[in-house]
């Protein structure tokens, strides 16, 4: 019984979460013509404080554990390009293509982990991840005449960033380390890297761009921190389905804030990315019953 309410209360977080990134990307795309690393700044100096603040509350240590530094600057840097290049989408197409393609992070993940942490790829996750790249090409419509291709390659190429982050939180979860700390480093990071590009090329703000980053700031540690315990309270393979529900928001934020609608070849890329992405949900979940029925033999045999 306290499984089940955990899993609802998990899956109420991650849907939560997906509000608010949505949001996030919506602010991003009105705070207007201000250059990616700009608004990469800013997004992730308001998510330095909280996560600062939850170290501090929580009375953690800022003190990386032995031997990860290297994992959470392949995270910061990759992920930090991965922000970029899904901004530049956002300010260059429509605002739920910018968020689908983003969304093939997962998959991604799955090539990542496959190379780096040698998990086994089965036959169902290489077929889905293939068809999902399928999906990917009815969004990206490649063609000479497609203006958008260039930003919508470099909206998937920010997804493959995101894959590579992730696959480097996966490592850093399994050497123990704190979530808030990963966050905290991450958003820091961050607004090193590009503090540079906004000192020699800062764009004046209005009061109401700086309105619009400081909402994406607080939309992202909204989500960073919801999808963050969406995770403690259930299994990834349970809940994370419902992360999709991100391209329902953008959908309809994009039609009611900027008048965007996505065209049929779109829809139909939405729908083939969400159904892998609901194929690789149930398969996750099946392989993992059966797992534990057959570790559950074993033990059985064992104790004869």
């Known amino acids: 019984m306290l499984k089940i309410k955990n899993k609802n209360k998990a899956i109420i977080y991650i849907i939560i979460s997906a509000f608010c990134f949505a ?14 690393f700009q608004k990469s700044f800013f997004r992730n100096f308001v998510a330095v404080f909280f996560s600062a603040a939850v170290l501090i509350k929580n009375k953690d240590s800022f003190k990386w554990k032995k031997g990860n530094l290297k994992f959470l600057i392949l995270r910061a840097s990759i992920g930090t390009l991965g922000i970029i290049c899904n901004f ?23 090539i990542f982990s496959f190379f780096l942490l ?8 290489g077929a889905a ?6 999906g990917t090409l ?41 979530g808030s700390l990963i966050v905290f480093f991450f958003s820091s990071f961050s607004c090193l890297v590009t503090l540079p590009f906004l000192i020699f090329d800062f764009h004046p703000m209005s009061i109401y761009q700086i309105a619009m980053l400081l909402g994406a700031g607080l ?13 403690c309270n259930a299994p990834a393979r349970e809940i994370s389905v419902y ?10 934020l994009g039609f009611i804030f ?32 059966f797992k534990k029925k057959i570790n559950r033999k074993q033990n059985k045999q064992e104790t004869k």
């Open 129 to 134: 991840v293939f068809i999902a790249f399928i």
């Open 118 to 125: 040698k998990e086994r790829l089965t036959f169902i996750q």
């Open 138 to 178: 009815f969004i990206i419509k490649p063609s000479f005449s497609n203006v958008d291709i260039l930003p919508s390659a470099i909206g998937l190429f920010g997804g493959m960033c995101a894959g590579f982050a992730y696959a480097m939180v996966r490592i850093l979860g399994t050497r123990k380390e704190n």
């Open 23 to 36: 949001f996030m990307n919506l602010f991003v795309r009105l705070s207007g013509d201000l250059p990616s």
């Open 258 to 289: 900027l008048g965007e609608l996505p065209d049929i070849y779109s829809v139909v890329g939405y729908i083939v990315i969400c159904s892998m992405a609901v194929l690789m949900y149930v398969y996750n979940n099946n392989l993992w019953v």
């Open 243 to 252: 992360d999709y529900s991100q391209i329902i928001f953008a959908t309809l």
């Open 219 to 231: 939309s992202a540690s909204g989500g960073q921190f919801s999808i963050t315990a969406a995770y």
């Open 88 to 110: 530049y989408a956002i300010d260059h197409i429509p605002l739920s293509d910018a968020s689908i393609l983003n969304k093939m992070s997962p998959f991604f993940v799955i």
